[in-house]
């Protein structure tokens, strides 16, 4: 498809990166912020300027549903500082050029967004008792990770991890990220054990569901099938790959009786099904017929030498 290959498009066609660009700085600028407040306004100026765009179940109660979105350009200030914004700009880089490509400026935001509303959302309904509260853009990156993983299974994301080269194959990646947050998010949100990271493991799967809903849904149905929705069902890189179909068996070539050919290429015609069987089952299944048709093959090649 043509979308698919942007060399073919014209400059004007072509997608500008300035939405990732804008994105990334609203998240390095939301950072700021932060640290603006939180280490020269004082702590005071800092927990209001939380308390503003933190997502929690108390922000929702309390009419503030902007901070649906808003959380997602909070980052950590404490002893993981720099780290967990640094994860999700480059993730959002390494995901976001690839896929602003291919689905456009106002399909990737809502991509992002979605994910956004949703891993927050679902990070809400799960800790709607404890008042739990939720920062970053994690859900984001898993929404667009999933969606990539989906449309590029087998890509090779290659990435510095401690001064060491790594090379993440996606589908490989995705599974891993998606059971370690399934296990965390029992282990930690539904069980209450102290997780040593606290990390939001039911946004992220949250964030996984809407890029997985957005793929199904929207991508599949706008690239592959836009006459009607797709099937539910698993990715194709999840789903079992079904049997190929048996080739069909070629039609039997009928024998003909030895001496009635009325051209020398219907004897070699012959000839050479005589071969294949020969090659096949051995010189044994061959019938009386067909060593006479052998033979008589033999006779003339001898009489053209």
């Not at 087998?154 to 059971?179: G, Q, S």
């Not at 946004?203 to 539910?232: Q, S």
């Not at 090659?279 to 299944?285: E, P, S, V």
Request: charged fraction near 15%.
């Amino acid at each position: 498809m043509l979308s698919d290959r942007t060399y073919l498009l014209g400059p004007s066609r072509r997608p500008s990166t300035s939405v990732l660009v804008w994105l990334l700085s609203a998240l390095i600028a939301g950072f700021v912020l932060q640290l603006f407040f939180h280490f020269i306004l004082g702590p005071r100026a800092g927990a209001a300027f939380d308390r503003f765009l933190v997502l929690s179940p108390d922000s929702l109660q309390a009419g503030r549903l902007w901070t649906i979105l808003t959380y997602s350009f909070l980052h950590d200030t404490g002893g993981f500082i720099l780290l967990h914004l640094l994860l999700n700009t480059l993730w959002l880089w390494l995901l976001g050029k690839e896929l602003l490509t291919l689905l456009g400026s106002g399909r990737f935001l809502s991509l992002w967004f979605g994910g956004i509303a949703l891993g927050g959302l679902t990070f809400v309904g799960i800790h709607w008792r404890d008042g739990g509260e939720i920062i970053g853009a994690s859900a984001g990156v898993m929404a667009l990770l999933m969606t990539f993983t989906c449309i590029h299974p087998n890509h090779r994301f290659r990435i510095l991890l401690f001064f060491v080269p790594v090379t993440f194959v996606a589908k490989y990646l995705m599974l891993a990220l998606a059971v370690l947050d399934l296990a965390g998010f029992v282990a930690f949100e539904v069980l209450g054990r102290t997780s040593p990271l606290a990390w939001a493991h039911s946004a992220h799967l949250g964030g996984m569901a809407a890029g997985w809903i957005y793929f199904r849904w929207v991508h599949l149905r706008e690239w592959r099938t836009p006459d009607r929705p797709p099937e539910l069902g698993f990715p194709p890189w999840l789903r079992r790959r079904p049997a190929p179909p048996p080739a069909p068996a070629a039609a039997p070539v009928p024998e003909v009786p030895a001496g009635v050919f009325r051209t020398p290429g219907e004897l070699k015609v012959e000839v050479d099904r005589i071969l294949d069987k020969i090659n096949a089952d051995g010189f044994a299944a061959l019938s009386p017929a067909e060593r006479q048709v052998l033979d008589r093959a033999r006779s003339q090649l001898g009489k053209s030498v």
